[in-house]
């Protein structure tokens, strides 16, 4: 019986927090036209713009974060493929990174040498981007392509609204919630706008709507806002959560375009200007902790929650390799259609 492989998917991360790995791997993400989407030469020049400070900062930002075995992300994945080794049955359980290693490239190299033709990939975005979930379908293809491999694929569809997903959520997070809160913020990873527009091409779509029961179907289904809004509702449901216990924002701005809204770092400076005494904050656009979450979160913004006059921040871990998760996971990817 010919082998049928799982292959989760992420986003990536430096080999070392040293200066030289994080430019390296910022250029390779930054230069993905469905991460900055500007024709060649203007993403080349503003790319290159970038990489003059930027590598510096976030190499001190990786090194605060860095744990011995490596990159918490890829530690955490790896933790994570671990797991799902002992509930996939059909074949071998891989990873891949969209930038940095393990590439896309070496691993489909490595599994067509095998003789595996059926591949389940499984990218790990509860909620659909262009520059997550379809940068990651883009380069498969790209892959298949130039090495002409005789492939076929599953992919996971985006997850955020299915009840495995939000149930291991709520999972998760219930230890926390029990331990007694003031807020619970949910801060999603951002996007820029045009990034929405470009797919949702109906006007009259409110990218400041604070409920997605506003948003038609067909809109929902290709906005990653409203998806978010979406997980958040459910989420605060199932929680048994009253409205003015939680909120949502939006992190991790890059540039000067503009950002979907609220931006965490006013929702911060709101709560803590508001005296709130203990803030959990949850980020469900990852299931990994990673540099967003544990510095940008764990660290900065606990400080400048603080400075605004609040008390505690507690950052509620992601889902990582939380055992409702797992089963989750391998759930949602026996239902993975097939890549037409």
């Known amino acids: ?30 230069m993905d036209p ?11 020049l503003l790319v290159s713009l970038i990489l ?5 900062q976030s190499a001190h930002a990786y090194a605060s974060i860095w744990w011995p075995e490596g990159s918490p992300l890829i530690v955490l994945s790896r933790r994570l493929q671990a797991e799902m080794k002992t509930r996939w049955t059909h074949g071998p359980v891989e990873l891949a990174m969209r930038y940095g290693e393990p590439s896309f490239e070496r691993v489909l190299l490595d ?13 790990l975005y509860p909620q659909f981007a262009d520059s997550t979930t379809t940068t990651a379908i883009e380069k498969v293809r790209q892959v298949i392509s130039e090495h002409r491999l005789d492939m076929r694929f599953s992919v996971l569809a985006p997850f955020y609204d299915q009840p495995e997903y939000l149930d291991a959520l709520v ?29 949702v091409r109906d006007p009259a779509h409110d990218l400041r709507a604070r409920d997605s029961r506003q948003v038609r179907d067909d809109v929902l289904a290709l906005c990653y806002r409203s998806q978010c809004l979406r997980t958040a509702e459910a989420f605060a449901e199932r929680a048994g959560l009253r409205p003015e216990q939680w909120s949502v924002s939006f992190q991790s701005r890059l540039g000067r375009d503009k950002w979907i809204e609220p931006y965490t770092e006013t929702r911060l400076d709101e709560l803590g200007r508001q005296g709130v005494g203990k803030l959990l904050v949850m980020c469900p656009a990852f299931v990994a902790d990673c540099i967003e979450t544990l510095e940008e979160i764990g660290q900065r913004g ?12 507690m950052l509620v871990p992601c889902l990582n390799t939380h055992p409702d998760w797992v089963a989750a996971l391998d759930s949602l990817c026996r239902r993975a259609q097939p890549l037409v």
């Not at 010919?2 to 791997?25: C, F, I, M, Q």
């Not at 599994?111 to 990218?123: H, I, K, M, N, Y």
């Open 34 to 44: 469905w991460v900055v989407d500007l024709p060649w030469p203007l993403r080349r």
């Open 171 to 199: 999972a998760s997070a219930r230890p926390y919630l029990e331990q007694g809160f003031d807020h619970l913020l949910l801060s999603f990873h951002g996007l820029p706008e045009r990034h929405i527009r470009k797919l």
């Open 302 to 313: 606990e400080e400048q929650f603080r400075e605004a006059g609040g008390g505690e921040l």
């Open 1 to 30: 019986m010919t082998e049928h492989a799982l292959l989760l998917a992420n986003l990536g991360s430096p080999a070392s927090p040293d200066v030289a790995d994080v430019r390296r791997y910022l250029d390779e993400f930054l």
């Open 52 to 56: 003059v400070r930027r590598p510096a």
């Open 111 to 123: 599994l067509a040498r095998r003789g595996v033709r059926e591949v389940t990939l499984a990218p």
